[in-house]
């Protein structure tokens, strides 16, 4: 009865911080989580006062400045070598690329090698292409405009193809040119 009594009164105790803990880091995480998100779509759509609408959470936003829709930002991934790699891509209205991250969470391609992609160097080599215009030098050497990372071919590829297929899956919300009626901001 005692080590009953002992191991409910540590079990209640245990509980109880637990909660503790949990409600006062979640928060924090959520927050953390944010800012990263914001920092990420101000950084791959450059620009002032613009304002990011959420159209699917955590995958597509539109772009606003003054009312007027500038483009979209949309989160997509694609399989690499060893682990999908999630890439977060600025497109203006007109179907040109304003700016490429790739997140860092999740990411356990090869060190040394598919880990390269996220060096500015391979990001920036997408700045101001069309979806057209995505095609590996590797690939096709009279069309391709994109270096590879030595060694990492398939790192590369997939983040080349996580680009086209967000590209291709939402470039109808680039068509119409919606006004911002909403108000509705990141939240």
Known sequence: MKST???TITAVISAFLLAFVY????????????????SALMEVFP????????????????????????????????????SVITTI??????????GLHILKEG????PGLGM????????????????????????????????????ATISSRAVVNAVKEGIEKYKKYLKSPVEDTTNKEIK
């Open 47 to 82: 620009g002032k006062s613009l304002k990011f609408q959420k159209v699917m959470p955590d995958t597509l936003y539109e772009v606003f400045k003054d009312g007027k829709k500038q483009g979209i930002v949309f989160i997509n991934g694609k399989r690499g070598y060893s």
């Open 107 to 110: 990411l356990k391609e090869t």
């Open 23 to 38: 409600k006062n880091t979640d928060l924090v995480i959520k927050k953390s989580k944010k800012s990263k998100l914001q």
């Open 116 to 151: 390269r992609v996220r060096e500015k160097w391979f990001q920036k080599q997408f700045i101001g292409k069309q979806e057209d215009q995505l095609i590996l030098k590797k690939d096709n050497k009279k069309k391709g405009t994109l270096d590879a990372i030595t060694s």
């Open 5 to 7: 009594s002992v191991l």
């Open 89 to 98: 891509v600025g497109v203006n209205n007109k179907g040109k690329i304003l």
